[in-house]
């Protein structure tokens, strides 16, 4: 069973750095979600792929977040001149096209910014 | 805009010991609400879907039940394992932003041997 796997686990960088954030989802599942969570509160939605299409943004993703998914398959959540408040478990989620309402998350990628 | 609110923040209950969450909403055309579990450190895991008032879904030693303002997720005779942070989200009919998840705080469970 390959569920949603997302890369790295765990990321340490400095502040003013650039990072990239990869998800893989489940193979036959055409919408893809980021979200990000902070200690003690629960998933903030970013924004949401339809196969290749970005459908939503959030207002929280700043003009520093990108995120693509080229071919329609995994994604990528790319955050330039990071900052301090950039630290965060960053979370994708995948849906079926029969069952979108169920979004299926992967284990995230601990964002720690120094 | 979709509001969600989980009480209590945390619980600790014997083994044994059953009880109830609440996870109250206030969404402008209720398409899902949704229950998932999280353990430290890993992402959220898919429990339940409730689509309209009155609907009930169990699993195991968890039920969930939806009316037109509430959500409760009992627990019944709880286990240490089932030990985590519960969380309530709801999504909306309302076009494209209809899909996004927009989750409570959770609910931290204890539950001591």
């Known amino acids: 069973d390959t569920g949603v796997s997302q890369d790295p686990r765990h990321k340490i960088t400095k502040r003013g750095q650039n990072v990239t954030f990869r998800c893989d989802p489940i193979?036959?599942?055409?919408?893809l979600y980021w979200y990000r969570q902070t200690l003690g509160q629960g998933p903030e939605f970013l924004t949401y792929?339809?196969?290749?299409?970005?459908?939503?943004k959030s207002r929280l993703l700043s003009d520093r977040f990108s995120a693509e998914r080229p071919k329609g398959s995994f994604s990528t959540l790319e955050i330039q001149r990071t900052e301090q408040g950039d630290s965060a478990m960053y979370l994708c989620?995948?849906?079926?096209?029969?069952?979108?309402?169920?979004?299926?998350f992967g284990p995230g990628t601990r964002l720690t910014v120094l | 805009e979709d509001q969600v609110t989980q009480s209590p923040e945390a619980l600790r209950l014997q083994e044994g010991e059953s009880s109830s969450l609440n996870c109250s909403y206030t969404?402008?055309?209720?398409?899902?609400l949704f229950w998932y579990r999280q353990d430290p450190g890993k992402g959220p895991e898919f429990l339940f879907t409730?689509?309209?008032a009155g609907e009930e879904k169990e699993k195991e030693r968890l039920k969930a039940t939806l009316t037109k303002k509430e959500s409760f997720l009992h627990i019944t005779a709880p286990k240490p394992e089932d030990s985590a942070t519960y969380l309530c989200?709801?999504?909306?009919?309302?076009?494209?932003?209809?899909?996004?998840?927009?989750f409570g705080e959770g609910t931290q469970l204890t539950v001591n041997p």
């Open positions: 969404v402008s055309g209720l398409r899902g």
């Open positions: 193979s036959e599942h055409n919408r």
């Open positions: 792929f339809q196969n290749e299409a970005q459908l939503e």
């Open positions: 409730l689509y309209s």
């Open positions: 989620a995948s849906s079926s096209p029969d069952r979108d309402n169920e979004q299926f």
């Open positions: 989200a709801v999504t909306h009919h309302r076009g494209a932003s209809g899909s996004r998840l927009t």
